[in-house]
């Protein structure tokens, strides 16, 4: 057990809430050209108010000619036409805070892309003053790539320019060249892309793989990776030992911290796909690092009770001192997790999300039960699936647009074609329809978030593991006097459990099941398959 602050006030703004993820392009069409922008994000936070959520984290926005889809940014301090342009923004942003949502914008600091200004300058020569400004080296004896760096994205992440006589780094695409954070001048500049959006007013950045911002100055081979196996992605080959996670990026990362500080009330979050004894090292030391480094455990973990008991229990136990935790069940890398458990276990799934003690983030459409889309061969845009087919790591069946009621395109756009196809379901997953269920998907993600506000033990209680046995895990959340207990089952079979210490006789406060609030429980609970609960105890117990 942790104990933590005493009330929810002692937590800052981004502790308390929920962080919603929206992908631009997918989430409303305002102009009928089939991509989102934000105008249409703008006349749908509504929406976003009434599910309950605090915070809206935008995915890339800035121009960018689109090689990784706005992750190859051309200009850090504007907006792409197809998103709007400044004053959308800031009407955005004014509309949000209006109704009391923190905005979160996307910060891409690892590589630009090839048409940057910076880097037209630093591939016109070697002598160029912004030379230094990438990542650059001669070739190896035999001509070829100076050493054995693959890119995330297929082959080497080195690529030649002819010009100059010399190979650029790219840790991603070819047309994503990465920035040297060794470089004095490109943090200054940087730090000063962050000051322009902090001074606009937005409430705080999610950085993107932070973990990638420094490599190794000797430009060491990788080892050998000898659990990699054919048929996984390439880039396993060889540990990264010398591309990512190198000791130096914590102090690129306390950087950008102190100037997320210079404005107080502002959150950085950092995606990092690492084990939990590597994350938990970006808080930094004492917590001079991230705020939250993002967990994504949950993404990749067996859906099994023992398993995520264990995984909940070394995350806690890894967080240093004040660290505080935050869990994420989707994002716009990942299958969709009502794809990868089901859409029954996606119900039990946004219990565990809402209740674990730390900041949970949704990813827009989950809270529909949204799955993968397939997509047809003609209609595959994503860089990642056409440079390593047919391995399952495509991200275009998660990037669908949301689907808002049973009309045309789902109420998306008024297109005739949309960016990214429709699912074939949506005349039946979509806010419309599911907003008149009572036990729909969107109902049960609006119940749970009421109740996590309205309970502080749910936001600033102690975690207390109580069983991990078959397909049960249970849990007790405790603030002072109110106690929580929560009890999932994580399988398709009725499963019952024993009442822990306190619990013996208590009552149902909500069900994923939709039907069950307010039933008593008697020295034990039965869960129905698929089947979470929120337990308090009774009056006296």
Same mark, same amino acid.
């Given at each position: 057990?942790?104990?933590?602050?005493?009330?929810?006030?002692?937590?800052?703004?981004?502790?308390?809430?929920?962080?919603?993820?929206?992908?631009?392009?997918?989430?409303?069409?305002?102009?009928?050209?089939?991509?989102?922008?934000?105008?249409?994000?703008?006349?749908?936070?509504?929406?976003?108010?009434?599910?309950?959520?605090?915070?809206?984290?935008?995915?890339?926005?800035?121009?960018?000619?689109?090689?990784?889809?706005?992750?190859?940014?051309?200009?850090?301090?504007?907006?792409?036409?197809?998103?709007?342009?400044?004053?959308?923004?800031?009407?955005?942003?004014?509309?949000?805070?209006?109704?009391?949502?923190?905005?979160?914008?996307?910060?891409?600091?690892?590589?630009?892309?090839?048409?940057?200004?910076?880097?037209?300058?630093?591939?016109?020569?070697?002598?160029?003053?912004?030379?230094?400004?990438?990542?650059?080296?001669?070739?190896?004896?035999?001509?070829?790539?100076?050493?054995?760096?693959?890119?995330?994205?297929?082959?080497?992440?080195?690529?030649?320019?002819?010009?100059?006589?010399?190979?650029?780094?790219?840790?991603?695409?070819?047309?994503?060249?990465?920035?040297?954070?060794?470089?004095?001048?490109?943090?200054?500049?940087?730090?000063?892309?962050?000051?322009?959006?902090?001074?606009?007013?937005?409430?705080?950045?999610?950085?993107?793989?932070?973990?990638?911002?420094?490599?190794?100055?000797?430009?060491?081979?990788?080892?050998?990776?000898?659990?990699?196996?054919?048929?996984?992605?390439?880039?396993?080959?060889?540990?990264?030992?010398?591309?990512?996670?190198?000791?130096?990026?914590?102090?690129?990362?306390?950087?950008?911290?102190?100037?997320?500080?210079?404005?107080?009330?502002?959150?950085?979050?950092?995606?990092?796909?690492?084990?939990?004894?590597?994350?938990?090292?970006?808080?930094?030391?004492?917590?001079?690092?991230?705020?939250?480094?993002?967990?994504?455990?949950?993404?990749?973990?067996?859906?099994?009770?023992?398993?995520?008991?264990?995984?909940?229990?070394?995350?806690?136990?890894?967080?240093?001192?004040?660290?505080? &935790?935050?869990? $994420?069940?989707?994002?716009?890398? %990942?299958?969709?997790?009502?794809?990868? !458990? +089901? /859409?029954?276990? *996606? @119900?039990?799934?946004?219990?565990?999300?809402?209740?674990?003690?730390?900041?949970?983030?949704?990813?827009?459409?989950?809270?529909?039960?949204?799955?993968?889309?397939?997509?047809? &061969?003609?209609? $595959?845009?994503?860089?990642?699936? %056409?440079?390593?087919?047919?391995?399952? !790591? +495509? /991200?275009?069946? *998660? @990037?669908?647009?949301?689907?808002?009621?049973?009309?045309?395109?789902?109420?998306?756009?008024?297109?005739?074609?949309?960016?990214?196809?429709?699912?074939?379901?949506?005349?039946?997953?979509?806010?419309?329809?599911?907003?008149?269920?009572?036990?729909?998907?969107?109902?049960?993600?609006? /119940?749970?978030? *009421?109740?996590?506000?309205?309970?502080?033990?749910?936001?600033?209680?102690?975690?207390?593991?109580?069983?991990?046995?078959?397909?049960?895990?249970?849990?007790?959340?405790?603030?002072?006097?109110?106690?929580?207990?929560?009890?999932?089952?994580?399988?398709?079979?009725?499963?019952?459990?024993?009442?822990?210490?306190?619990?013996?006789?208590?009552?149902?406060?909500?069900?994923?099941?939709?039907?069950?609030?307010?039933?008593?429980?008697?020295?034990?609970?039965?869960?129905?398959?698929?089947?979470?609960?929120?337990?308090?105890?009774?009056?006296?117990?």
């Amino acid at each position: 057990m942790v104990e933590r602050p005493a009330t929810v006030d002692d937590l800052p703004w981004w502790a308390r809430g929920i962080i919603y993820q929206i992908y631009p392009r997918s989430f409303q069409d305002s102009d009928g050209d089939g991509v989102g922008d934000l105008p249409g994000i703008l006349s749908r936070l509504d929406y976003l108010v009434e599910l309950g959520v605090d915070a809206v984290w935008l995915s890339p926005i800035y121009p960018s000619p689109m090689a990784d889809f706005g992750y190859d940014v051309s200009d850090y301090t504007d907006i792409h036409p197809m998103f709007g342009n400044m004053a959308d923004f800031d009407c955005l942003l004014a509309a949000a805070h209006e109704r009391g949502l923190k905005l979160i914008l996307d910060f891409v600091p690892n590589h630009t892309s090839e048409e940057h200004p910076w880097f037209q300058e630093a591939r016109s020569s070697r002598d160029n003053p912004k030379r230094d400004w990438y990542i650059w080296h001669d070739p190896a004896p035999d001509g070829g790539p100076p050493n054995n760096w693959l890119s995330e994205f297929g082959g080497s992440a080195w690529e030649w320019d002819e010009a100059t006589g010399q190979y650029y780094y790219h840790a991603f695409l070819k047309q994503q060249p990465d920035l040297n954070w060794r470089n004095p001048e490109v943090v200054r500049a940087m730090h000063d892309v962050l000051r322009f959006w902090l001074d606009r007013g937005v409430d705080g950045f999610r950085v993107d793989v932070i973990w990638h911002l420094i490599v190794d100055d000797r430009f060491r081979d990788n080892p050998p990776n000898l659990d990699w196996r054919p048929g996984m992605h390439p880039h396993g080959r060889f540990k990264p030992i010398y591309t990512a996670d190198r000791p130096e990026v914590h102090d690129v990362v306390a950087g950008i911290r102190r100037v997320i500080d210079e404005y107080g009330d502002r959150v950085l979050i950092g995606e990092i796909y690492l084990p939990i004894e590597r994350l938990v090292a970006y808080y930094g030391t004492d917590l001079s690092g991230a705020h939250m480094p993002f967990n994504f455990q949950l993404i990749d973990a067996p859906w099994d009770a023992r398993h995520i008991a264990r995984l909940i229990e070394e995350y806690e136990a890894a967080l240093p001192e004040g660290g505080w &935790p935050n869990w $994420v069940l989707g994002n716009h890398d %990942k299958h969709r997790i009502a794809s990868r !458990i +089901g /859409r029954a276990q *996606a @119900r039990v799934a946004a219990m565990l999300l809402l209740t674990l003690r730390g900041t949970p983030t949704m990813y827009y459409g989950d809270e529909l039960g949204m799955t993968d889309v397939p997509i047809p &061969p003609e209609r $595959v845009v994503d860089p990642l699936e %056409k440079n390593v087919p047919g391995i399952g !790591i +495509g /991200r275009d069946p *998660a @990037r669908t647009p949301m689907q808002w009621s049973a009309g045309r395109n789902a109420g998306f756009s008024t297109a005739e074609r949309t960016w990214l196809p429709l699912a074939d379901n949506h005349a039946v997953f979509n806010v419309e329809t599911e907003s008149a269920d009572p036990s729909s998907m969107l109902s049960l993600y609006r /119940r749970l978030i *009421a109740l996590r506000r309205s309970e502080p033990a749910l936001i600033a209680g102690s975690y207390v593991a109580v069983a991990a046995e078959d397909d049960a895990l249970a849990y007790i959340r405790q603030l002072g006097d109110r106690r929580l207990l929560v009890v999932l089952d994580l399988g398709s079979r009725p499963y019952g459990l024993p009442l822990p210490n306190g619990f013996e006789r208590g009552r149902i406060l909500l069900s994923t099941h939709a039907d069950r609030t307010g039933e008593p429980v008697d020295g034990e609970i039965v869960l129905r398959a698929d089947e979470g609960v929120i337990i308090e105890p009774a009056s006296g117990a």
